[in-house]
């Protein structure tokens, strides 16, 4: 974890340095510029994405080498290469690598999942392809820019550097068998961690669940969310954020293992749910948990719940690196996952479960039909009362520092 804080810090500075030095060498080809997208499908033809992404989940991982590596093989003789991440950060050092050493036209990386944080790094530092996301078919016909949530990304404006993959909403799971009426405030979540000692933990940011869990708790020590919709103020994070740090050092001692260690990952924390250790879980897909009792996984008590107050909301992404020789495959990829069949069978339960980029109402009455007709599964929350209880995250700046700050302020004390 030490060794990520750093590498953020230190790779942030070191970016725009490199972006000073002068504009990016890119490849002959520029797929965006052509006025048809028949001429980006003729030249993505016969090329390979290698799309570099977190693979720490099973059922995504075999949705995109069965649904999606298929489809594109079928409809466009592209060949999708998944290369599995446990940190996307290790991809944005790849393409860093790679412009120190002059690589400019032939990289290794294709397309990223990506999150906001790694975004706003690569922007910095001039290693994003774009603007292109804007004007591929599906996201011209399904995306709805004027979204704020889908515009910005950690605060920080996508114009075109990004295609919209999913949007997600963070989750509480628990086992009903052992927690028929779970806490849905925070205050009664402390109380419940405190008399039960040892059934409740999270993972250590800067995994993303980790992360989440902190920053609700962060909100509600220190008095909503909404003080800190701005540019990162220095001053007011030291200042506020101290009782924050208070409230996790005091329900420290009552964690899985007296708190003398977190879950490293989001997936380390599903085991230990799925082996009862603990009893409550957490995630940023709302049907995973049902996704994983369908699967096995997870026991059929499983349910989720969100906080009265709230729960953050984003959308994830796919971006190309500047260097891509395969900028078109990338393309014609991002554009074929925002197609509403695409969309529709991420959706569903029994592949991934994840929620649609696209808005429904930019849909014909027939294919929003086909999504509400999708079973939600045994643990999901209904669409509606989810979106009633929506937080937006915070920028990438305040993000750094509350990771830094966790780590000293409470895995080290």
């Given at each position: 974890m030490k060794k990520f804080i750093w590498t953020f810090g230190t790779l942030l500075l070191l970016l725009m340095a490199l972006a000073a030095c002068g504009g990016n060498e890119t490849a002959d080809s520029d797929p965006a510029s052509y006025d048809n997208w028949d001429d980006v499908i003729a030249e993505a033809s016969g090329q390979t994405v290698?799309?570099?992404?977190?693979?720490?989940?099973?059922?995504?991982n075999a949705w995109v080498t069965g649904y999606v590596a298929d489809n594109l093989k079928e409809k466009y003789d592209i060949t999708v290469n998944l290369v599995p991440l446990v940190d996307t950060a290790d991809a944005v050092n790849k393409v860093i690598g790679e412009k120190e050493a002059g690589r400019d036209t032939d990289g290794s990386v294709d397309l990223i999942w990506i999150n906001g944080e790694n975004f706003f790094t690569m922007r910095q530092g001039d290693l994003l392809y774009g603007p292109w996301s804007q004007d591929t078919p599906n996201s011209a016909a399904y995306v709805n820019w004027d979204d704020a949530s889908v515009a910005f990304d950690l605060g920080f404006p996508v114009e075109g550097y990004e295609s919209p993959y999913g949007k997600a909403q963070f989750v509480m799971i628990y086992d009903s068998a052992h927690v028929p009426e779970p806490p849905t405030t925070i205050d009664g979540l402390v109380e419940w961690i405190k008399a039960n000692p040892g059934k409740f933990t999270y993972p250590a940011p800067p995994d993303f669940t980790g992360y989440a869990f902190m920053l609700q708790m962060c909100y509600h020590a220190t008095g909503g969310h909404e003080q800190y919709l701005t540019d990162f103020d220095e001053a007011m994070f030291n200042d506020q954020w101290q009782t924050c740090w208070d409230l996790l050092n005091e329900i420290e001692p009552f964690l899985w293992r007296e708190g003398a260690t977190y879950p490293e990952s989001h997936a380390a924390h599903d085991e230990l749910f799925a082996n009862g250790e603990v009893w409550f879980n957490m995630a940023w897909n709302p049907a995973e948990a049902s996704a994983k009792v369908e699967s096995g996984q997870f026991p059929e008590t499983t349910r989720t719940f969100v906080f009265d107050t709230g729960t953050l909301a984003n959308t994830h992404y796919l971006a190309i690196?500047?260097?891509?020789?395969?900028?078109?495959?990338?393309?014609?990829?991002?554009?074929?996952?925002?197609?509403?069949?695409?969309?529709?069978s991420k959706k569903d339960i029994n592949n991934w479960g994840d929620f649609p980029a696209i808005d429904a109402n930019l849909l014909s009455d027939e294919q929003r039909a086909e999504f509400?007709?999708?079973?939600?599964?045994?643990?999901?929350?209904?669409?509606?009362?989810?979106?009633?209880?929506?937080?937006?995250?915070?920028?990438?700046?305040?993000?750094?520092s509350a990771e830094e700050a966790w780590e000293a302020q409470v895995l080290q004390q």
């Open positions: 290698n799309w570099y992404m977190w693979g720490g989940q099973d059922n995504i690196p500047y260097n891509s020789p395969n900028k078109a495959a990338a393309m014609v990829l991002a554009d074929f996952i925002l197609s509403p069949e695409a969309q529709l509400e007709s999708l079973p939600l599964g045994i643990a999901t929350l209904p669409d509606a009362e989810l979106a009633a209880k929506r937080l937006p995250e915070l920028s990438a700046a305040w993000r750094v």
